[in-house]
């Protein structure tokens, strides 16, 4: 098992990490953002690398590769989600963690930004193997994670149930008398587990608010308003759920295995009876017809919503969108060259710092219970949600109107804002 830790190292740049950087790059000039402090910003503090031996069902040893990549914590702990996938890799990670910086500053929490996983497709093991799997990734991660250090959460393809064996592993390492204080150590927990109601639903319920929150500036309703979702995990379901009990009709989803479009409607609670049935895919849902992949992003709809990987809406299809509004659940699923164009077309974009920031909000309020002994009921989490986002979203719009600015730099602007005061009064960069 090797670690190795990489500070203050400046880093290539090319895909997600290129996006991170141009987009942080371009607020940093707009604020004229002093240079100590943009030095300080464009690194990553901590890199973790880890490869671990595991055991698997067939008797043989596999080695895998893990990531953490802490990118700051000037205003608290490092906080972000654990992916499994095959194109996790440092720059990646690197990306991620970048935007969880920004993300939890604009949201206004006491957080830094973090972010990692392991390359691997989880559909080829067994749940006993992502058991043992995510355990050794835990102890080789050791105590470079912690409560008020380092606390995961789930991304793509990890859920309630990794943060469990997570949380297990981690408290496993500690004294009896010192296994209590840890429960904050990840959030997303099952709720048995010192898990917080509404975690669950927090990003695509937040997704939602923030479209709803933009339907209501552009005094448009949402009620038969056509969307369409790529990704139909964890996000792209709750968005779905929660828009079409505002009246809004989901019309098109894709996911890993393929893209379905029923012009008069799917049924968001059908489609995820039938994903659960059949491996997590929708592919053979009988209520849709089959498109090919390369149609989903052009079809005729009012909102389009990127709720799985980074650059997914591209200078290749950004023309074609005919959507009013890109609601980005994902992580960086625009990249900057397709934002320019669909800018420039007059679509409006709400930036994933703040349209899936619900995810992270929740996290904090799992994390706040558990520190001090409360359990929060359901409706009072999905009311201070909704509260702490309009705050945000009320934040954004008055920049892009005071500054003149698209959603994204305006929402850059406020978090990086935020880091150059504190490292300003601290007194260490005047
Ligand atoms: N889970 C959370 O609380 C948060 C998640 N996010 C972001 O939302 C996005 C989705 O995350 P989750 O819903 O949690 O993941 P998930 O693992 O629950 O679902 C991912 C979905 O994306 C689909 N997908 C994977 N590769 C695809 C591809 N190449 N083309 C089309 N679809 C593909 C999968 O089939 C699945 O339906 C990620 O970008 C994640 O970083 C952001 C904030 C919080
Ligand atoms: O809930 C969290 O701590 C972070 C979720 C996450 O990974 C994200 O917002 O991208």
Redo the contacts with the bound molecule.
């Keep these: 098992m090797t670690t190795t830790l990489t500070s203050k190292k400046k880093q290539p740049k090319q895909g997600m990490l290129d996006n991170v950087m141009r987009q942080f790059n371009n607020a940093a000039d707009i604020i004229e953002l002093n240079t100590n402090i943009r030095k300080i910003l464009e690194v990553t503090n901590n890199e973790f690398v880890v490869h671990f031996p595991v055991r698997m069902d067939n008797g043989e040893v596999e080695i895998f590769t893990g990531y953490r990549v802490q990118h700051n914590n000037a205003l608290g702990p490092y906080?972000?989600?654990l992916r499994y996938h095959p194109t996790v890799d440092i720059d990646a990670a690197r990306a991620?963690a970048m935007?969880?910086t920004w993300?939890t500053s604009l949201a206004g929490l006491p957080y830094g930004g973090a972010?990692g996983g392991i390359q691997l497709d989880p559909t080829k093991y067994s749940q006993d193997e992502l058991q043992r799997i995510t355990r050794r990734f835990t102890y080789a991660l050791g105590d470079n994670i912690g409560p008020e250090l380092d606390?995961p959460?789930p991304?793509v393809n990890t859920n309630p149930q990794t943060m469990a064996w997570i949380l297990d592993t981690y408290m496993s390492t500690k004294s009896p008398n010192e296994r209590s204080k840890n429960l904050h150590v990840v959030?997303?927990k099952p709720i048995g587990t010192g898990g917080s109601e509404g975690r669950d639903r927090a990003?695509g319920y937040g997704v939602f608010l923030t479209i709803k929150f933009w339907a209501e500036h552009n005094t448009i309703d949402l009620k038969n308003k056509t969307f369409i979702v790529q990704g139909f995990g964890n996000v792209g379901y709750w968005a779905s759920h929660f828009l079409k009990k505002e009246g809004a009709i989901l019309i098109a989803v894709q996911d890993a295995y393929g893209s379905i479009h029923n012009h008069e409607s799917i049924s968001p609670e059908k489609l995820l009876d039938y994903a659960k049935a059949n491996k997590g895919s929708i592919s053979g849902f009988a209520g849709a017809n089959v498109i090919d992949n390369a149609e989903f992003f052009g079809l005729d709809c009012d909102i389009c919503i990127p709720a799985a990987l980074g650059n997914q809406v591209t200078v290749d299809n950004a023309h074609d969108i005919k959507a009013r509004l890109i609601a980005e659940g994902a992580?960086g699923p625009t990249d900057v060259k397709a934002e320019e164009i669909l800018l420039k077309r007059g679509i409006d974009i709400i930036p994933d710092i703040l349209c899936?920031?619900g995810?992270?909000i929740?996290?904090y309020f799992e994390w706040l219970q558990n520190r001090n002994g409360e359990i929060w009921q359901l409706d009072e989490v999905l009311e201070k949600l909704e509260r702490k986002m309009r705050e945000s979203f009320n934040k954004v719009m008055y920049k892009t109107k005071t500054k003149n600015l698209d959603m994204r730099t305006a929402a850059f602007v406020i978090a990086i804002e935020r880091l150059e005061e504190t490292y300003v009064q601290r007194g260490i960069f005047p």
């Design positions: 906080k972000g989600g991620l935007w969880m993300k972010k606390i959460a991304d959030t997303g990003t992580n899936n920031s995810g992270v929740g996290s």
